[in-house]
């Protein structure tokens, strides 16, 4: 019996605008030169994301999560500046970063409809590959999805992201359910699917955001999806989703 539902974040609730990581990361820089900072932008930008491509592939590798703050001091000694990647001035430059999304995101159309009716009859979790835990309940709370959830896993607190085992392990335990009575919805093919398969969890593969053409959410380390090799369950629309609830069950 069906006790519990995962969900995924980006590109499975919500999606952000096309040009948000321009956006923050103009952002970021805006901050460090406001902070004194003697940098050429453009040279920024090109080491910085050098360190954040080598970090989060790093992070799939070893299933370690990262942090921008990281990104960003390694970036700087380019420029001779050895900042506490903990430090005040850092830390003012993540937060501008993120600020970005805070304004450029929005929920899937009918989210908060599924999200609500889901609510009354599951346990459901949302786990997340995100590096800034508070930059991600602040989106949560802004675009009024945190409500729903019993749980939040997000891989910048606990420490491990999807598709490592762990995190899906801390899903079951939290939820205090078997893997059998429990699906994962995500529009990731590894983090997502393969992720869950591994943990012995049944993976539903959202294409929504691929079969509505919208721009897959801007990252670093972009993933390609070839549909045909994608196991397990497949929706297209929270219809889809209903109709294969109703299925399981």
Known sequence: MLKAIGFDLFNTLMVVHPNALNVALGRLVDTLLRAGLSLTPERFLEVHNQCAVSHIKEAKATGRETHNSIWISEALKAFNYHLDPHGEIIGEAVESYFSA?????????????????????????????????????????????????????????????????????????????RREEVIFVGDDPESDVKGALMAGIRPVWSSYVLDQRIPFTPGYVAYTVRPEEVPGYRISTWNDLKALLESLE
């Open 101 to 177: 999304f805070y304004e450029l995101s929005s929920v899937i159309p009918g989210t908060h409809l599924i999200l609500g009716e889901l609510k009354s009859r599951y346990k459901l979790a949302l786990v997340s590959n995100f590096t800034h835990y508070p930059a991600c309940i602040r989106i949560l709370e802004r675009l009024g999805l945190r409500y729903y959830f019993d749980l939040l896993l997000i891989s910048g607190e606990f420490g491990f992201r999807k598709p490592h085992p762990s995190i899906f392990d801390m899903m079951v335990h939290n939820l205090g359910v």
